[in-house]
């Protein structure tokens, strides 16, 4: 069967210019993308997606190319989405290898595309998610999608990642504190890059220490220090990415259910988030309640939005699209440990947000008690 001229078996079976082909159909929403997309759909869920972001000119990109070095020198094949790079992510640092490995011609196992945030006539998360399921179809072991984290589309792309990486310059410093409810919520590993300058190793002991950043259920958030420039430390994220995978799963953007290890839950209907109450407590299990009671500015879920939490960890729901469900979980924890209600407050402005390069401004306001 073809689609749009694009067979889908050729892309299947590796071909560069079927996969080419295929990018741009899906990226510009031509006829034929969706049945396209249709027809590659069974043959996803087998990428390990990261998701790489953090405020610009952290490095993201430079740190991707010696990603895909040190994957390549693992034997892993890498796909990079990379939406609206300001500076590219160069094949070069792979170069080398490959004329000491005497190969000729472009490196099989790396495809690199990088897309525009603007135009995009079914939203800018619909497209990436189609290029992703692309890339993960096609047989990438691996793919990486770098955004800037400074808007709501990139926390929507950000929840097509199983892992999310989140790279801080040094000299975070005091800020982490007031910027702790933002993006850094979402990482799954937190990379200190630039590691070669000064303030590197203050930045990484502030994440280290900064209360509520790490511990999630099932997974403790690593803090790694890397010189993207120099390929140092780049081993040990490769080792962190792949121990997050086995952690939490792959293909957590098919199953659309939260899981262990996980940075974020999947919004829930009451009629379901009830129904797991119901049921953690026929277990026998502690459950608390979080509902958001007050928002400002571009806070991602609503008032009246509930998170539901299990003794275990294991929770259903969401109260912030991602970004500060780490925290709610470990504080619903201590509620349901020493009965006590609290009213959390997180967030910043948007314009700090921006500042910063974090994934979304807002504030946000939770109840957290127990039930029952
Ligand atoms: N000293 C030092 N500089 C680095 C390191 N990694 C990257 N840089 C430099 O930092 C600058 C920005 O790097 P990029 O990789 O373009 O950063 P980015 O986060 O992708 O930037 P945007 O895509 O614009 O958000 C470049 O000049 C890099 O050479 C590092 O480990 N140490
Ligand atoms: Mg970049």
């Known amino acids: 069967m073809k689609t749009g001229d694009i067979d889908p078996a050729a892309v299947l079976d590796g071909s560069r210019?079927?996969?080419?082909?295929?990018?741009?159909?899906?990226?510009?929403?031509?006829?034929?993308?969706?049945?396209?997309?249709?027809?590659?759909a069974a043959r996803r869920g087998r990428a390990h997606v990261i998701g790489i972001t953090g405020a610009p000119g952290a490095g993201k990109s430079t740190l991707i190319s010696a990603l895909l070095r040190e994957l390549r020198a693992r034997a892993r094949s890498?796909?990079?989405?990379?939406?609206?790079?300001?500076s590219p992510i160069s094949g070069g640092a792979l170069l080398g290898d490959r004329v000491r490995m005497g190969e000729a011609g472009e490196d099989e196992g790396v495809f690199i595309r990088s897309v525009s945030a603007r135009g995009h006539l079914g939203g800018l998360s619909r497209t990436a998610g189609r290029i992703v399921d692309l890339f993960d179809a096609a047989g990438f072991g691996v793919v990486i999608v770098e955004t800037v984290g400074t808007g709501q589309s990139e926390v929507e792309i950000s929840r097509l990642a199983d892992t999310k990486v989140v790279v801080c310059p040094p000299g975070l410093g005091d800020e982490v504190q007031a910027i702790k409810a933002g993006i850094l919520e979402i990482a799954d590993v937190l990379?200190?890059?630039?590691?070669?300058?000064?303030?590197a190793a203050r930045t990484a002991r502030d994440l280290e220490t900064a209360p509520?950043?790490?511990?999630?259920?099932?997974?403790?958030?690593?803090?790694?220090?890397?010189?993207?420039?120099?390929?140092?430390?780049i081993a040990a994220l490769v080792d962190a990415l792949d121990r997050h995978a086995q952690a939490g799963g792959i293909g957590r953007r098919l199953r659309g259910a939260p899981s262990a290890g996980g940075g974020g839950?999947?919004?829930?209907?009451?009629?379901?988030?009830?129904?797991?109450?119901?049921?953690?407590?026929s277990a026998g299990k502690g459950v608390a309640l979080a509902t958001?009671?007050?928002?400002?500015?571009?806070?991602?879920?609503?008032?009246?939005?509930?998170?539901?939490?299990?003794?275990?960890?294991?929770?259903?729901?969401?109260?912030?699209?991602?970004?500060?469900?780490?925290?709610?979980?470990?504080?619903?924890?201590?509620?349901?440990?020493?009965?006590?209600?609290?009213?959390?407050?997180?967030?910043?402005?948007?314009?700090?947000?921006?500042?910063?390069?974090?994934?979304?401004?807002?504030?946000?306001?939770?109840?957290?008690?127990?039930?029952?």
């Not at 890498?78 to 609206?84: E, G």
């Not at 509520?212 to 430390?233: C, D, Y």
Request: charged share 20%; hydrophobic share 45%.
């Open 212 to 233: 509520g950043l790490r511990h999630r259920p099932g997974w403790t958030v690593p803090v790694l220090s890397t010189v993207a420039i120099e390929g140092k430390g």
């Open 292 to 372: 958001v009671v007050r928002t400002w500015g571009s806070s991602p879920r609503a008032e009246g939005s509930h998170l539901a939490v299990e003794e275990g960890g294991g929770f259903v729901g969401s109260v912030s699209g991602g970004c500060v469900e780490g925290a709610v979980i470990a504080e619903a924890l201590e509620v349901i440990a020493h009965g006590t209600p609290k009213l959390l407050e997180f967030g910043v402005s948007d314009q700090q947000a921006w500042d910063v390069g974090l994934a979304c401004g807002g504030k946000v306001q939770v109840y957290v008690e127990r039930i029952g």
């Open 191 to 199: 990379v200190v890059n630039k590691a070669d300058l000064p303030l």
């Open 265 to 281: 839950g999947a919004p829930a209907t009451d009629d379901e988030l009830f129904e797991h109450l119901q049921r953690w407590r």
């Open 78 to 86: 890498v796909a990079v989405l990379a939406v609206d790079p300001s």
């Open 17 to 40: 210019i079927a996969l080419a082909r295929a990018l741009t159909l899906l990226e510009n929403d031509r006829p034929g993308a969706d049945e396209l997309h249709a027809a590659l």
